[in-house]
C-alpha cells in the first residue's frame, strides 16, 4: 500500500528566502506524485505533478519539484517565497493501477514573515 | 465554470442530529470524491463515485456515514446519527474521466466545516 510523510509540520520562512518542503512516498512501484497547496478556507490547488520523464517538474506560482527515485522523495521547491505563499501544502501519491484516488500526506503549514 | 461547489460551507448540529452535506461536481466530471479533512488524521478519501455509482467506499468510517450521487449533478454525504468525532471538514472533488485513473485533475470544493457539539 502507498503512504506519504510529511516530515515538517509547520516551517516559517522569510518573504524572498528559498523553500525546500520534503515529501518521501511508500510505494512497491513508480508512482504519480502531486503537490498541492491549501488556502485558508479553501479547497486544494493542484501545483505539479509528476508522471514519468524528466525528474524536475516545473508548476504553478513558481514552484518546482524533484523526484528522486533512490530516495523515494518528491521535494518541493521555491527560490523566492512571497507572502502569498502562505498556505498549507500537501503532497500525495498515486498508484498506477489499481484504485483511482491519491493518497495524501499530513500536509506542511508554510508561514511567510516580512 | 463555477467549479465544485459545495453546501454547507460551515455546519453546526447537535450530537444525535441527521447532518446532510451536498456537492454539485463540475460538468462533463464523472468521478466524485468524498475526502474528510482532520488535524489528527489529515485528509481521508470517504468514497468514490464513477458515473453515480460508488466504486469504493472503504473509507466510509462506520455505517452512521452514508452517500449517495442519485444524477451526474449531485451528490450527497450524510451522517446519522452524528457524534463531536465527525467534526471535520469534508471535501468533494470531481475530475473527468481520463484524468481520474492516475489522480490528474482533480478539482476540490471548498469544503464544508462540520461541528458536532
Known amino acids: 500500500a502507498q503512504s506519504v510523510t510529511q516530515p515538517d509540520i509547520h516551517i516559517t520562512v522569510s518573504e524572498g528566502a528559498s523553500l525546500e518542503l520534503r515529501c518521501n512516498y511508500s510505494?512497491?512501484?513508480?508512482?504519480?506524485l502531486f503537490w498541492y497547496v491549501q488556502s485558508p478556507g479553501q479547497g486544494l490547488q493542484l501545483l505539479l505533478k509528476?508522471?514519468?520523464?524528466?525528474?524536475l517538474v516545473q508548476g504553478i506560482k513558481g514552484f518546482e519539484a524533484e523526484f528522486k527515485r533512490s530516495q523515494s522523495s518528491f521535494n518541493l521547491r521555491k527560490p523566492s517565497v512571497h507572502w502569498s505563499d502562505a498556505a498549507e501544502y500537501f503532497c500525495?501519491?498515486?498508484?498506477?493501477?489499481?484504485?483511482?484516488?491519491?493518497?495524501f500526506g499530513t500536509g506542511t503549514r508554510l508561514t511567510v514573515i516580512p | 465554470d463555477a467549479g465544485v461547489i459545495q453546501s454547507p460551507r460551515h455546519e453546526v448540529t447537535e450530537m444525535g442530529q441527521e447532518v446532510t452535506l451536498r456537492c454539485k461536481p463540475i460538468?462533463?466530471?464523472?468521478?466524485l470524491f468524498w475526502y474528510r479533512q482532520t488535524m489528527m488524521r489529515g485528509l481521508e478519501l470517504l468514497i468514490y463515485f464513477n458515473n453515480n455509482v460508488p466504486i469504493d467506499d472503504s473509507g466510509m468510517p462506520e455505517d452512521r456515514f452514508s452517500a449517495k450521487m442519485p444524477n451526474a449533478s449531485f451528490s450527497t454525504l450524510k451522517i446519522q446519527p452524528s457524534e463531536p468525532r465527525d467534526s471535520a471538514v469534508y471535501f468533494c472533488?470531481?475530475?473527468?474521466?481520463?484524468?481520474?485513473?492516475?489522480?490528474?485533475?482533480?478539482?476540490f470544493g471548498s469544503g464544508t466545516r462540520l461541528t458536532v457539539v
Open positions: 510505494y512497491g512501484a513508480t508512482p504519480y
Open positions: 509528476y508522471f514519468s520523464g524528466d525528474t
Open positions: 472533488a470531481s475530475s473527468p474521466p481520463a484524468a481520474a485513473t492516475i489522480g490528474d485533475g482533480y478539482t
Open positions: 460538468s462533463g466530471h464523472d468521478y
Open positions: 500525495a501519491v498515486g498508484a498506477r493501477s489499481g484504485a483511482n484516488n491519491l493518497f
